[in-house]
Structures are given as structure tokens and as C-alpha cells.
């Protein structure tokens, strides 16, 4: 509501300094985004963080040595996913752009059908697939990552487990407690790192919709 309110109050000024495909964009596509990542992404992100820091605290409460194993991975986790984003974002902003300046492309074609050259719609279409494809390939980088995290602190917890089990400093009944846990962990980070493509697609949108919100017209 308050996107058109503003689109309302700036009237033909803004219009005439912006794209038309790039309004549109906006109050289609990146509304449709937003509106997906609020209702459905958003709640299973919030319940995922919530599980892994639940199930965290239950490992450190049984056993903190091997706590100390899952807890490690959490923040070269975090890096690894700081360091995805900040390589993404480019790529998820300009895919973004570059859709509104399709819908330009077609809207002035449908206004006036000698403007749309096929050459100039292969242009933006395969610019708008390049930036489409290195986006979600530098998103995706966090699925094999992660479960290589996952896997080395389960391998880590196992050894150290067999180590203190052998010397009688845990219980058998503690180690698989702890391992049990480690497996509730896993799904959630995983499930974590795949919803990295609508964080990102989300994020861009915001910042995009945010534009025209935060747009002041000259006096």
C-alpha cells in the first residue's frame, strides 16, 4: 500500500524519469517476491534458526566437550554464507534489473511494434539468463559446503566420542544422545543453505521496491 500511495503521490514526474518496464518490474515481479518470501520462506527460516540453536543448547547440556564440535561450524558456516552473499548479490541485483528492462523492451513494442527488433530482445534475454545463472551457481556453492561441514563435525564427534568412551570420561548413552542431536542438526542447516536463492532474490526486491518508497521529487 504504501509503494502505490507513493507511486500515486509522484505521478507522471517519476514516470517520465523512470522505464516503464522498470515500474512494472517492480509492482509485479518484485511484489510477487516479496509477498512469497513473507508468507511461506520467512516462517521456515525463523523455524529453522530456532531448531538449530535449540538443538545446540540440548548438545552443550549433555555433553559440552562434543557441544563444543557442532558449535565450532557455526561460524565458519556463517563466513562461508557471508562470503556467498556478498559474491551473489551483484549478480541477483542486476537479474532483477534486467528483467524490468525486458518489460520495457516489451512495452514499447507493443506500443510501437517497429521498435522490437528480434537482436535486441535476444540481447537483454541472454544478459537476463547470464545473470540468472551465476547468481543461483554462487547460491548453490553453500549445498556442498555445508554438507561438508556437516560431515567432517559428525566424523570429529565420532572419533572424540569413541576417544572419551574408551577412557570412561562419557557414557555410551551420551555419545548417542549427542550423535542423535547431531543428526536433527544437520537437516536444518541444510534446509538453511538452500533457501539461500530466496534470501537473496528477496533481498534485492526489497531494495528495489525501497527505490521508488524512498524516491523524493524535485520541487
Partial sequence: MELFDKIDAVGSVFIQENSKGHILSRLNNDLMCIKDFVSSRFPEIYAQILLIAFVLVLILITDFRLGLVYLGIMPIYLICLYACHVKSKTNFNGHQKHLGRMMGYFERGLANR?????????????????????????????????????????????????????????????????????QLLSNPIKKLSNSMVSIETSFSSFKRIFSIIDYQKDE
Avoid at 547460491?139 to 560431515?151: C, G
Avoid at 570429529?156 to 544422545?177: C, M
Wanted: aromatic fraction near 12%; glycine fraction near 8%; charged fraction near 15%.
Fill in 114 to 182: 517497429d521498435s522490437f527488433h528480434e537482436i535486441g530482445f535476444e540481447k537483454i534475454n541472454q544478459t537476463v539468463t547470464t545473470y540468472h545463472i551465476k547468481s543461483r551457481n554462487i547460491a548453490k556453492i553453500m549445498e556442498p559446503i555445508t554438507t561438508f561441514l556437516v560431515n567432517i563435525s559428525n566424523i570429529t564427534v565420532y572419533i572424540a566420542g569413541i576417544y572419551f568412551l574408551t577412557g570412561n570420561e562419557i557414557q555410551l548413552g551420551t555419545l548417542l544422545a549427542v550423535i542423535m542431536y547431531g
